[in-house]
C-alpha cells in the first residue's frame, strides 16, 4: 500500500517572499505613482517633527542657560556686597567659588551705585573682554553685542540692600551655550555648522557659523528663510512658529523651520537642505520601479493564493501584539496555520507570562519598598524588598565612620523665630545636608533637633569611609559658607555648622522593639562623634586621631590637644580639620 505524501509545510519565509514579491509588487506600479506624494509629506511631517524637537531642546537649553547664569550673576553680587564679610580676601575667595560653579558664565564685574567699574573676576581657561568703565543703560539681559563674529550676552542687575542701592553686577555670558549649540548642529544636520542658529530682536545672527552669509552678526532681515515667513510686529516678543521650504542664496533648495523665545525676545532656527531630507524616497522610487519591472508577472499569479491565509495570520498577530501592549496577558495565539506562525504566536504566550509574573514582582517590592522607607533608609529599603536583608531585630559588628552636624546658636534663633520659620530653615538645610551625604556615599542615620547623623560604611561596605566622611564634612561647610548670607536675610540666622567625625566599630543594624525599630549604629565610636560635636565651634569640624590616620593623606589637620570627654576614663586626643 503506497503511504501518502507527505504535507508540504511553506515556511514564513517562503510565504513572504512569495507574496511580498508578487503580490505587493504587483501594484508597485500604482505605489510608485501614488505613494511618492505621501510619502514625500510624510518626510516631510517626519523633518518637521525633528525640527521642531530640535528647537525645543534648544530653547530650553537657552532658557535654562541664561536662568542659572542670572541666578550666578545675582549670587556673586550679594558675596560681593554682603557687609558681614568683613575680610575682603575671604569675600572675594567665595565670589570666585560661586563664580566656578556657574558654568553658564564667563566673568562678573561690579560697579559702584554711582555706575564706574570696581572690579570683575573671569573664570580661568575662559577668554573674556574687558567689562566696560561705565555701568551699561538697561537690566535683565542687555542688547547682544557684535565684535569680530563673535556675539557677547550681558546680565546686569542692581544691588539693593536695606532700600538702598549698594551696586551694579553685570555677568557675561560665556561661549559655553554656543559650543554645544554648534556641536548639535554638526550632530543633528549631516555635519553643518548652519543647520541651527539663533536669532536676536533685531533678526540678527546670534548663534550661528563663524563665517559665510550666516555668519554671526549677520541680519536675516528678508532673506533666507525670513523671506518667506511674515515676523509679527511685535518681532520675537510673541509666540509663534512656522516652517517653510525655500531656496537660499546658493540657490539650493532648504527645508527649514523657526520658533520665537518670547521670554527673550529671540528665535531659533532649524534649517536642512530637501535633498538630505528626500534622500531616501529618491532611492524608494528607484527601487520600487526596478523592482516592480521585473516581479510583476509573478505577483499577478501567485500573489492572490496567499494573500489570504498570511494576512490573516499577521492580523492575528498584531491584534495579539496589541492586547500585550494593553497589559492583557491573559491573550493567546489561536490560529493553527501549520508554519512558523504558530511559534511565534506560542513564545508571544510564554513572554506574556513572563511579563505578567514579572509586574506582580515588581509591584510587591515596590509596595514592600515604599512602606519601609518611611521608617529605613533607602539602601536597607531596598536590600529588605529584594530580599537581601531581613528585617529582624539585631545587628552586626562593622568599622564605620560616623558624622554628626550641628547648627552652632539655634538655639536662641529657636526661640525668637516663628515656629513655620525654624521648620523651613531646617527643610532647606538637612535637604542639602542629606544630598551631601548622599554623594559621598553615606546614609543618613536620623535628624535630631537641628543635628543630623550620617553613617558612611554601612550598610554597603566602604574601605575609604573614614576619607568619604571627612569630604562630606568639608563640602557641608562650603554651603553653609555660601548659603548663610542669603539664610540670614530670609530668616535671621546667623546659620554655622560645628561638625564632629570619629571613625570605630559600632553595632550596626535594626534596633528597637518587634513592633517598632530604627536602623542605626550604636557604640562607643558613636557617642565620641556626637561630644566632638558639641564641643566644635562655628565653622569647625573635630575628628579624632584614629579618624585622621585611616582618612589618609588628602586631608590637613591641626592638633587641639587632649580633652577630657564626657563617658570616656581617659582624655582624647583631638585635631582639627583645616
Known amino acids: 500500500?503506497?503511504?501518502?505524501?507527505?504535507?508540504?509545510?511553506?515556511?514564513?519565509?517562503?510565504?513572504?517572499?512569495?507574496?511580498?514579491?508578487?503580490?505587493?509588487?504587483?501594484?508597485?506600479?500604482?505605489?510608485?505613482?501614488?505613494?511618492?506624494?505621501?510619502?514625500?509629506?510624510?518626510?516631510?511631517?517626519?523633518?518637521?517633527?525633528?525640527?521642531?524637537?530640535?528647537?525645543?531642546?534648544?530653547?530650553?537649553?537657552?532658557?535654562?542657560?541664561?536662568?542659572?547664569?542670572?541666578?550666578?550673576?545675582?549670587?556673586?553680587?550679594?558675596?560681593?556686597?554682603?557687609?558681614s564679610i568683613n575680610d575682603d580676601e575671604a569675600r572675594l575667595r567665595l565670589a570666585q567659588d560661586a563664580l566656578a560653579r556657574a558654568d553658564a558664565l564667563a566673568q562678573v564685574a561690579i560697579y559702584a551705585p554711582d555706575g564706574a567699574l570696581i572690579d570683575a573676576i573671569a573664570r580661568?581657561?575662559?577668554?573674556?573682554?574687558?567689562?566696560?568703565?561705565?555701568?551699561?543703560?538697561?537690566?535683565?539681559?542687555?542688547?547682544?553685542?557684535?565684535?569680530?563674529?563673535?556675539?557677547?550676552l550681558r546680565y546686569l542687575e542692581p544691588v539693593d540692600r536695606d532700600g538702598e542701592r549698594r551696586a551694579f553686577v553685570l555677568g557675561t555670558l560665556g561661549p559655553g551655550l554656543a559650543t554645544r549649540l554648534a556641536d548639535l548642529s554638526r550632530d543633528r544636520f549631516d555635519g553643518r555648522d548652519d543647520g541651527l542658529l539663533v536669532l536676536?530682536?533685531?533678526?540678527?545672527?546670534?548663534?550661528?557659523?563663524?563665517?559665510g552669509p550666516l555668519a554671526v552678526g549677520s541680519s536675516l532681515r528678508g532673506s533666507d528663510l525670513l523671506q518667506h515667513i511674515a515676523v509679527p510686529e511685535a518681532g520675537f516678543a510673541v509666540d509663534f512658529a512656522a516652517a517653510t521650504e525655500y531656496s537660499d542664496?546658493?540657490?539650493?533648495?532648504?527645508?527649514?523651520?523657526?520658533?520665537?523665545?518670547?521670554?527673550?525676545?529671540?528665535?531659533?532656527?532649524?534649517?536642512?537642505?530637501?535633498?538630505?531630507?528626500?534622500?531616501?524616497?529618491?532611492?524608494a522610487q528607484e527601487l520600487l520601479l526596478l523592482a516592480g519591472a521585473a516581479l510583476a508577472v509573478v505577483a499577478v499569479v501567485i500573489g492572490g493564493w496567499l494573500a489570504g491565509r498570511t494576512t490573516k495570520s499577521l492580523a492575528r498577530l498584531v491584534t495579539l501584539t496589541r492586547a500585550y501592549a494593553r497589559r492583557d496577558f491573559t491573550a493567546r495565539w489561536t490560529l493553527r496555520s501549520g508554519d512558523e506562525m504558530d511559534l511565534l504566536g506560542g513564545a508571544m504566550g510564554d513572554m506574556a507570562d513572563q511579563l505578567a509574573a514579572g509586574e506582580r514582582e515588581i509591584e510587591r517590592r515596590a509596595a514592600v519598598e515604599a512602606d519601609l522607607s518611611r521608617f529605613l533608609p533607602a539602601e536597607v529599603a531596598r536590600s529588605i524588598a529584594a530580599g537581601e536583608h531581613t528585617l529582624a531585630l539585631g545587628g552586626q559588628r562593622r568599622s564605620v565612620s560616623v558624622l554628626f552636624a550641628d547648627v552652632v546658636s539655634f538655639t536662641s534663633f529657636a526661640e525668637t523665630a516663628a515656629p513655620e520659620q525654624v521648620v523651613a530653615f531646617l527643610n532647606e538645610l538637612f535637604t542639602v545636608l542629606s544630598e551631601v551625604v548622599f554623594r559621598h556615599g553615606g546614609t543618613v542615620d536620623k535628624f535630631i533637633g537641628d543635628c543630623v547623623m550620617a553613617i558612611f560604611g554601612a550598610p554597603e561596605d566602604q574601605p575609604d569611609h573614614a576619607a568619604r566622611a571627612l569630604?562630606?564634612?568639608?563640602?557641608?561647610?562650603?554651603?553653609?559658607?555660601?548659603?548663610?548670607?542669603?539664610?540670614?536675610?530670609?530668616?535671621?540666622?546667623?546659620?554655622?555648622?560645628?561638625?564632629?567625625?570619629?571613625?570605630?566599630?559600632?553595632?550596626?543594624?535594626?534596633?528597637?522593639?518587634?513592633?517598632?525599630?530604627?536602623?542605626?549604629?550604636?557604640?562607643?565610636?558613636?557617642?565620641?562623634?556626637?561630644?566632638?560635636?558639641?564641643?566644635?565651634?562655628?565653622?569647625?569640624?573635630?575628628?579624632?586621631?584614629?579618624?585622621?590616620?585611616?582618612?589618609g593623606d588628602g586631608f590637613d589637620f591641626a592638633s587641639c590637644g587632649e580633652h577630657p570627654l564626657r563617658g570616656k576614663k581617659l582624655p582624647v586626643e583631638i585635631l582639627e580639620l583645616r
Open 471 to 551: 569630604a562630606a564634612a568639608e563640602d557641608m561647610h562650603r554651603f553653609v559658607e555660601t548659603s548663610a548670607p542669603a539664610w540670614k536675610q530670609k530668616y535671621g540666622v546667623e546659620a554655622r555648622l560645628g561638625i564632629g567625625v570619629n571613625t570605630g566599630e559600632a553595632l550596626v543594624g535594626n534596633l528597637g522593639s518587634e513592633r517598632r525599630m530604627e536602623y542605626t549604629a550604636i557604640g562607643d565610636a558613636i557617642n565620641v562623634a556626637a561630644r566632638l560635636e558639641g564641643l566644635a565651634r562655628p565653622g569647625q569640624t573635630l575628628v579624632t586621631a584614629e579618624l585622621a590616620r585611616a582618612a
Open 249 to 283: 542664496a546658493t540657490g539650493e533648495a532648504m527645508v527649514g523651520s523657526l520658533r520665537a523665545i518670547a521670554p527673550l525676545g529671540l528665535a531659533v532656527v532649524v534649517r536642512r537642505p530637501a535633498s538630505a531630507v528626500y534622500t531616501s524616497l529618491r532611492a
Open 200 to 211: 536676536d530682536s533685531e533678526q540678527r545672527v546670534l548663534v550661528g557659523p563663524a563665517d
Open 1 to 83: 500500500m503506497t503511504s501518502p505524501p507527505a504535507r508540504v509545510r511553506l515556511s514564513l519565509r517562503a510565504r513572504w517572499t512569495v507574496v511580498l514579491l508578487s503580490l505587493v509588487l504587483a501594484a508597485i506600479g500604482v505605489y510608485a505613482l501614488l505613494g511618492a506624494q505621501i510619502q514625500r509629506r510624510g518626510l516631510s511631517e517626519a523633518e518637521r517633527a525633528l525640527q521642531v524637537a530640535v528647537i525645543d531642546h534648544v530653547a530650553d537649553l537657552f532658557l535654562q542657560n541664561l536662568a542659572d547664569a542670572a541666578d550666578a550673576t545675582h549670587r556673586v553680587g550679594l558675596i560681593l556686597t554682603e557687609a
Open 124 to 152: 580661568k581657561n575662559i577668554a573674556s573682554e574687558t567689562p566696560p568703565a561705565r555701568v551699561p543703560a538697561g537690566h535683565d539681559w542687555l542688547a547682544p553685542a557684535y565684535h569680530d563674529g563673535i556675539a557677547t
